[in-house]
Nanobody, 121 residues
């Protein structure tokens, strides 16, 4: 099993920035790909970004504003979110899978508990 613990959510004004962190523990070799999926109230879960050992991938809605990175020594993945918009408001889940990047939310076997991001003035 892989345990994922997120941190860094909160309330921010439109145009502001936040950085989310996710620390993995347990069978971390099963987390070849780590990423972020979000769910806004009343909406389906949406892929945001993911990073494997060889590639990164972003949803079109966040491309150019969000940056995903990984510290392998710390088994931690980060999501730097800039130019935040009200439509970015959601619970953000850290996810992992033992294979390459997938944009299908159901492809991820391991999920964190989620962290709330609210973008509002």
């Amino acid at each position: 099993q892989v345990q994922l613990v997120e941190s860094g959510g909160g309330l921010v004004q439109p145009g502001g920035s936040l950085r989310l962190s996710c620390a993995a523990s347990g069978r971390t070799f099963s987390s070849e790909t780590m990423g972020w999926i979000r769910q806004a109230p009343g909406k389906e879960r949406e892929f945001v970004a993911a990073i494997s050992w060889s590639a990164t991938y972003y949803a079109d809605s966040v491309k150019g504003r969000f940056t995903i990175s990984r510290d392998s020594a710390k088994n931690t993945v980060y999501l730097q979110m800039n130019s935040l918009k009200p439509e970015d408001t959601a619970v953000y889940y850290c996810v992992a899978r033992p294979f390459g990047v997938e944009v299908t939310t159901t492809a991820y076997a391991y999920w964190g508990q989620g962290t709330q991001v609210t973008v509002s003035s």
